[in-house]
């Protein structure tokens, strides 16, 4: 290390060091406050008191961190439970290495750029993998510890591999993927049985059918993308224990609007937020059975015409059916909880029930529904935006051209008119 960065450590307070010129030796020692500190922050962010190991790599190079390269005596890293790798450039981690670590709970890689193919094998304690911003991963793989061999081990190279026979590793229970902008092939995730949360965004190209969680009954949160080149959105007919829901995408104004999102009947469980975004679904089979949830958001599902029921969402808060082609909201009315409703640009939306007696509903907006021809009794607390913008580009003699309505803002309480014309 150079003598600079000694000066730095020492400055920040990390180390002892009096450098000493006449002696070869210097002797370098880290304070006791700071192990304590750092023991206790690794402990803490990993999530679990067995994570007592944290290799943090944060500088480009083209090898391995330096404690990464250290053989333990025993051949074994028993207390080596998370790794986070980020920056790493080097092609592969050698497999005699990755051997060493058999009792990994927690994988995270970050910004490797190198690395196009991944192979997890063997780590029957994986619980945690967080792949992000790996620009150049085109696929990954994990099989099951019983169908490897003694040469099984975890591969990370830029060649271009084989996918393996199997693909199963029961052990995981949270996957984030994210910013895998070249992944185009998924393992088979049905058989990860204790697998509690999944999170996958900004994987645009991934080529085949969303991950299948047929057998993943535990899984609690599911958040991910979905895009036009996948062939189906995912099932949720096996995922009972689902409390939150997000499916997105990034636009659907090329879709037919064939498209199904079966089983959402079976997510009794679902509570908090159910958001479906820009999803070319034409109806909602077993909202009606989702009584537990606060917020619904179906904001951009264009080809949406029509949803079941609304009255047995008891617990609703939040109603948002912007954008969809819906012509009514059947049992609206009777959500005596809900707080905000909104069904701008609902071209087809012909009618809202009265909703008077609903006294915790604080905001209702209905702008640009040209098919709303009676605005809804309110509650005198609401606060309704329906201000409908109407160009007037002609007078009346054909000779003039002039903007003549106003557009009202509101800001929950702030309201702001001035005339349109102002706004080109």
Not at 10 to 33: A, C
Not at 191 to 216: D, G, I, N, Q, W
Not at 345 to 355: G, V
Not at 363 to 378: A, F, G, H, I, S
Request: charged share 20%; hydrophobic share 35%.
């Amino acid at each position: 290390m150079k003598f600079v960065q000694l000066q730095y450590l020492k400055r920040s307070g990390i180390i002892n060091f009096t450098p000493n010129l006449f002696q070869k030796d210097k002797t370098v020692t880290i304070h006791d406050l700071y192990k304590e500190f750092a023991e206790w922050y690794v402990s803490d962010w990993a999530g679990s008191e067995d994570a007592t190991w944290c290799i943090y790599h944060k500088l480009s190079t083209k090898c391995l961190p330096y404690a990464l390269q250290k053989s333990s005596p025993s051949k074994f890293w028993p207390d080596l439970n998370r790794i986070w790798l980020q920056n790493l450039m080097c092609d592969n981690l050698p497999p005699h290495k990755v051997q060493e670590w058999r009792n990994i709970v927690v994988l995270q890689l970050h910004s490797c750029k190198k690395l196009t193919v991944l192979h997890l094998q063997g780590f029957t304690c994986l619980r945690h993998l967080e792949l992000v911003d790996l620009e150049n991963l085109e696929t990954f793989h994990f099989s099951d510890s019983t169908s490897s061999d003694r040469h099984t081990s975890i591969w990370l190279t830029n060649m271009c591999l084989q996918p393996a026979p199997t693909t199963t590793l029961e052990s995981l229970q949270y996957v984030v993927l994210k910013m895998l902008t070249s992944l185009k092939h998924l393992p088979d995730f049905s058989l990860c049985t204790l697998l509690k949360s999944f999170y996958m965004t900004e994987c645009e190209r991934v080529l085949e059918a969303p991950p299948s969680f047929k057998h993943c009954s535990a899984l609690e949160k599911l958040h991910m993308d979905w895009h036009l080149c996948q062939v189906s959105l995912p099932k949720l007919n096996t995922l009972t224990s689902l409390t939150s829901l997000w499916i997105g995408s990034t636009c659907n104004s090329f879709c037919k609007g064939n498209a199904n999102l079966e089983g959402l009947g079976a997510c009794i469980q679902l509570k908090g937020l159910l958001n479906l975004h820009y999803l070319p679904i034409r109806s909602l089979p077993g909202l009606e059975n989702l009584s537990h949830i606060r917020r619904l958001h179906l904001r951009n599902c264009q080809y949406l015409k029509e949803i079941p029921d609304v009255s047995a969402l008891t617990e609703l808060e939040e109603l948002d059916i912007s954008l969809t082609m819906l012509q009514k909201i059947s049992g609206v009315d009777r959500l005596l909880k809900l707080k905000e409703l909104r069904c701008t640009m609902c071209r087809m939306l012909s009618t809202i029930p009265d909703l008077h007696h609903l006294a915790n509903l604080k905001y209702l907006n209905t702008q640009q529904c040209p098919k709303l021809q009676v605005n809804p009794r309110l509650p005198p607390q609401c606060l309704h935006d329906n201000q409908q913008p109407r160009l007037v580009g002609v007078s009346a003699d054909g000779k003039s051209a002039s903007y003549t309505s106003t557009v009202t803002f509101n800001c929950y309480g702030k309201r702001e008119s001035f005339p349109l014309g102002s706004m080109f």
